[in-house]
T-cell receptor, first 111, second 115 residues
Framework: GIQVEQSPPDLILQEGANSTLRCNFS?????LQWFHQNPWGQLINLFY???GTKQNGRLSATTVATERYSLLYISSSQTTDSGVYFC?????????????FGTGTRLTIIP | DTGVSQDPRHKITKRGQNVTFRCDPI?????LYWYRQTLGQGPEFLTY????????KSRLLSDRFSAERPKGSFSTLEIQRTEQGDSAMYLC?????????????FGPGTRLTVT
């Protein structure tokens, strides 16, 4: 199956800092989503971005499908940004509907 | 749009008991998914429905697990003869179909503890 690798696994930053999270995947995809998992386990949708660039406030994401990676940028970090960030992809083959998740990046923002 | 809901949010059971979880998807979504997440890992796919038809099942879904979506709306996931290894967060997601509607939205999950 498709492999999804996220880096770094852990990131500790001071409030106000910027960060870049990376997601590499091993095959062609037709769906890529970024999620933030809060301390209660809820997965919050950040971006649906199979290709291109999107921005939403302090967050932005870029997917370069031909090179099989995606980046999530967080600017001016706040303590509420803490949590685990997951990248999930859907392999581009007929009949496949499942998302394959990476192992996540745990982000800790220190006040 | 009230989002995906799951019930119960927490379940503690003794080994060998049967448990059943319910998922209500976003109302206009015809696709429904079940995933399982263990501590420190990302969610793993279990099964997928389009309307009432179960179209894909993971090898993780042993014969003790069964999922249904009888009228193409809510879904249930049953685990028979639970084992301690079944302890996990069980997540449900839904999506539409057609251009631009494939984004999956997740419910809050049911956390299962098998003692």
């Amino acid at each position: 199956g498709i492999q999804v690798e996220q880096s770094p696994p852990d990131l500790i930053l001071q409030e106000g800092a910027n960060s870049t999270l990376r997601c590499n995947f091993s095959d062609s995809v037709n769906n890529l989503q970024w999620f933030h998992q809060n301390p209660w386990g809820q997965l919050i949708n950040l971006f649906y971005i199979p290709s291109g660039t999107k921005q939403n406030g302090r967050l932005s994401a870029t997917t370069v499908a031909t090179e099989r990676y995606s980046l999530l940028y967080i600017s001016s970090s706040q303590t509420t940004d803490s949590g685990v960030y997951f990248c999930a992809v859907k392999r581009a083959n007929f009949g496949n509907e499942k998302l394959t998740f990476g192992t996540g990046t745990r982000l800790t923002i220190i006040p | 749009d009230t989002g995906v809901s799951q019930d119960p949010r927490h379940k503690i059971t003794k080994r060998g008991q049967n448990v059943t979880f319910r998922c209500d998807p976003i109302s206009e979504h015809n696709r429904l998914y079940w995933y399982r997440q263990t501590l420190g890992q990302g969610p793993e796919f279990l099964t997928y429905f389009q309307n009432e038809a179960q179209l894909e099942k993971s090898r993780l879904l042993s014969d003790r697990f069964s999922a249904e979506r009888p009228k193409g709306s809510f879904s249930t996931l049953e685990i028979q003869r639970t084992e301690q290894g079944d302890s996990a967060m069980y997540l449900c997601a839904s999506s539409g179909s057609g251009t631009g509607l494939y984004e999956q939205y997740f419910g809050p999950g049911t956390r299962l503890t098998v003692t």
